[in-house]
Every structure is written in structure tokens, then in C-alpha cells.
């Protein structure tokens, strides 16, 4: 099978995806036009919009599966899928969140979550309609980001993020640590909730011994690294959900806060084993955890487990290849 | 199941077909710098079951379009270039091409791509099934 995933990286998912389904003995290429800081290279190719608008012909002849990402495909207007539709070529969209998250929905179970990222609710409308009108199925990553294009595919997906565990070794946070370094990664600050996250650290600096970096403008590669010094990390404490920070924290052992809703907990698969913070209770959060190394420990070692079995790019590829088998 | 987490594949950057002669060329200017490359393999979706009698294959050496192709508009070309190895298998041609790594990778102005002729052959259906590089990296 000959698989294109394309064209803008987010988080580092479509080099992992065709990594995995590489290791499944499947042609995949990642094509990506949007390069960043965060330097991700493997299993991608990375190039511009002009350059592989270019090879269309040759892409649409090429390839079996198209799997798109972030809403957006080869050509303007999305004027590609109708080509790809037309040699019966099977197509998927992957949405990630911001692209999509309707400020109203969004903000219907969450008094918290940042939208500032995301365009006004009617581009975001038409760009569904468009295209729906050539692809019926998309995936995402969890039930916080559902609700937003339920509407508008036949059918949604739910596939969680993937990573390779093979790159993340466990450093499990000592017990014996009595000043505990807490990181924090914000790609994003006003979507992470950093503001409350600093507040809260300001104050606990009066009461509590710990040291606190805030990580910025690194490649994930040099951030990784590290995240391996860490005995807290912060995650999100906004969106309600949990991202590709907390996953990679969690298989490098580390116990992480970060703001899961009320009404998603129960769509996670049981135990998730993260401290539940959000921008009302973060100090509380933070102390308890800076006042526990043996709560951290066990959460390092739970956590680890956890994204071993749910987030590894080996197991998310077989429920890929089984959507894929399944598209029309 | 044979893994291929360490190839990667390209496939053409441009790619035209008159009768039995294909040009073909591959933009290899974006392998991260940091990757060492092993290999380079021609893959040719190859229609008969026998081996060609005779494959021709030049470098060319200057800029051409697939519509200066089919205006009979031809690039200039290498002297045949001997020494390349070449297995068909599983109704694909494969060539090896890893000598033109350095200048496909590090050279993309020069890079014209190559010219392969295999005699008697119309490899027009190349044009719906185009023909790709696997490279070995490390």
C-alpha cells in the first residue's frame, strides 16, 4: 500500500504515522510545507506549497491513500480532492483541533479554553462544507475535538496520538528528591494557560523549595532531552484535553498536571494517570505534587505504562490500518 | 513482512515518456543533511515478464520540461553510462542509481535527472504509474 500524508506536520504525527505503517512494510511519505522550530524530519520530506504542487500529477498518480492533516490539501480551494476522487483513490482527513474548534462549542463545557488560534466559526463552516463535499471520513484524536466535525463527515475516528516509544527511556522522578524541578513547554502560551501556571508557581516560590524552567522556540528533539530532567510537568491547563506534551511526558516516566473536563473523563481510556489541574486549582496541583516525590514516582511508573499501551505508534497503526482497510 | 522504516522514497519531480524513452528526475536537495545515504534504487513498473534486451540510460545535462518532450524539444545527454546494475523483479525494473547521490543530493541546480531507453517498449503507462526512488539511509 502506498500511503501520502500531507501537508502540514503537526506535533510530529505524520512522520510517526509513516514511520509506523513504514515498519508495517507500506510506502509512506510525509509531505510537509510547514517547517518550524520544532525541526521534525523523520519520515517526512519537507518542502513547500510550490514544490509539491508541482508533482501533483505524479502524487495523485503515486499514491492509494491520501491522508490529509489540519484541513488543508495539495492545491488552493481544495481543488486536488476532486482529481484524487476521480482516479478512486481512497481519502482521509485528520484534524488536529485549533483548525477547527468552533469558539462557541468550545467554550460550552470549558469556562477555560483559548480560541484566539482559531479562525471566525463561518470559515471554519465553509471550509467543512468544502471538504465534506470529497471526503467522508476524518479522524481525531479524542472526544474533545469530536464534537466540533461530527456534523459534518459520515463518520469520525477517534485515534489517539501516537509516539515512538522506542525513543523515550524511562527516567522515573526520585524519591529522594528534595528540590523538585518543574518544567513547563508552552507552544502556544495563551492555549496552554502558561499565565496561570507562572502565577501559581510565583506564589508557591514564597513557600516551597523547587526550581521552574519554562521551555521555549526549542526543536522537540532538544526539548525531549530536556523533559528527562524533570520530576513535574505541565501540560495544558485550558483546553481540556491532553496533547502530545503530556504523552511524551508520560513515556519518559514523569508525572504530569494537566486539565482533563469533567464531562471527557470517562471517554479516556480508564486510569489515565495524570493530576488534573486547571487554571481555578493549579497552585493546589502544583503543591501537592512538589510536596509528594513518592505520588510523583508513582505516577512516573503509571504513566509510562499508560503510553505504552495506549500511545505507541505501534498500537495506534493497527487502528489506522483498519480505518484505512475500511475507507471507500 | 520486510520493514522499510529505514528507506525513503521519491518519487519524480519530472517525469515525461515519448515511445520507449523516459526522463525522469528527482529532487533529493531536501534528505536532512544530517542522514547519510546508503543506496539509491530506480524503481520501473515494468509490464513484461522477460527482461528488456537493451536499457539505455544517459544523464542529462540540461534543463528540459514534459512539454518540450512532447514538442520534440530534447535535453542534451550523457555518452550511455555503463556499470549500472539492473534486476527486474516483481514486474519492476530496478536500477541502481546511487552514483548520481552526490549530485542529486547536493548539486539540484546541475540535477537534470536521466534518460532510460529501453528498446522497443512504449512506456506510456508509465505516466499513471510513475516510477520512484527507494533510498537506504542511516
Redesign the interface.
Known amino acids: 500500500m502506498r500511503v501520502f500524508h500531507g501537508i502540514i506536520e503537526i506535533a510530529g504525527q505524520m512522520g510517526i504515522l509513516c514511520g509506523a505503517l513504514k515498519r508495517k512494510g507500506h510506502i509512506a511519505v510525509g509531505y510537509n510545507t510547514f517547517q518550524s522550530y520544532l525541526d521534525y524530519k523523520e519520515h517526512l520530506i519537507n518542502t513547500d506549497a510550490f514544490e509539491i504542487r508541482k508533482m501533483l500529477k505524479q502524487i495523485v498518480n503515486f499514491f492509494d491513500i491520501f491522508h490529509f492533516h489540519y484541513g488543508a490539501t495539495i492545491m488552493p480551494n481544495f481543488e486536488d480532492l476532486e482529481i484524487i476522487k476521480n482516479k478512486k483513490k481512497k481519502i482521509i482527513m485528520h484534524h488536529w483541533g485549533n483548525e477547527i474548534r468552533f469558539h462557541d462549542l468550545a467554550m460550552l463545557n470549558n469556562p477555560y479554553v483559548y480560541t484566539g488560534d482559531s479562525p471566525p466559526n463561518n470559515d471554519i463552516h465553509q471550509k467543512l462544507l468544502s471538504i465534506t463535499k470529497y471526503i467522508d471520513e476524518a479522524i481525531v484524536q479524542d472526544y474533545e475535538v469530536l464534537p466540533h466535525v461530527a456534523n459534518y463527515y459520515k463518520k469520525v475516528h477517534i485515534m489517539p496520538i501516537a509516539i515512538d516509544i522506542r525513543k523515550f527511556k524511562p527516567h522515573y522522578p526520585s524519591r529522594e528528591t528534595k528540590k523538585p524541578l518543574i518544567l513547563h513547554a508552552p507552544t502556544n502560551p495563551d492555549f496552554k494557560g502558561t499565565a496561570y501556571i507562572e502565577k501559581a508557581i510565583e506564589e508557591l516560590r514564597h513557600t516551597h523549595l523547587f526550581d521552574y524552567k519554562r521551555i521555549e522556540k526549542m526543536s522537540n528533539a532538544h526539548v525531549v532531552e530536556m523533559y528527562k530532567e524533570a520530576d513535574i510537568i505541565v501540560d495544558q491547563v485550558c483546553c481540556g484535553s491532553y496533547g502530545l506534551l503530556s504523552v511524551e511526558s508520560m513515556a519518559l516516566g514523569k508525572p504530569v498536571i494537566v486539565y482533563i473536563r469533567e464531562d471527557l473523563k470517562d471517554s479516556f481510556p480508564s486510569g489515565l494517570p495524570v493530576v488534573n489541574g486547571n487554571p481555578d486549582n493549579i497552585k493546589q496541583a502544583i503543591k501537592d505534587l512538589i510536596e509528594s516525590p513518592e505520588r510523583r514516582h508513582e505516577l512516573g511508573v503509571k504513566g509510562r505504562e499508560f503510553a505504552k499501551k495506549y500511545h505507541s505508534s505501534n498500537v495506534v497503526v493497527e487502528r489506522l490500518l483498519n480505518i484505512y482497510s475500511k475507507l471507500s | ?5 529505514k ?7 519530472n ?1 515525461a515518456v515519448r515511445k520507449d524513452r523516459l526522463y525522469i528526475s528527482f ?1 533529493l536537495s ?1 534528505i ?1 543533511k544530517d542522514m547519510k545515504v546508503l543506496s539509491i534504487q530506480l524503481h520501473i513498473p515494468f509490464h513484461n515478464k522477460k527482461k528488456p534486451k537493451k536499457t539505455y540510460i544517459k544523464e542529462l545535462t540540461s534543463d528540459w520540461s514534459p512539454k518540450k518532450i512532447r514538442d520534440g524539444i530534447n535535453p542534451n545527454k550523457s555518452k550511455v553510462l555503463i556499470g549500472l546494475q539492473q534486476q527486474l523483479k516483481e514486474n519492476e525494473l530496478i536500477i541502481d542509481t546511487t552514483l548520481f547521490k552526490d549530485k542529486w543530493r547536493l548539486s539540484n541546480k546541475n540535477n537534470y535527472g536521466i534518460y532510460v531507453r529501453i528498446t522497443n517498449d512504449n512506456l506510456s503507462y508509465l ?4 516510477p ?1 526512488l527507494v533510498i537506504d539511509t542511516i
Open positions: 513482512m520486510t520493514s522499510l522504516e528507506k525513503m522514497f521519491f518519487i519524480p519531480k517525469l529532487n531536501v536532512p505516466i499513471n504509474n510513475p520512484y
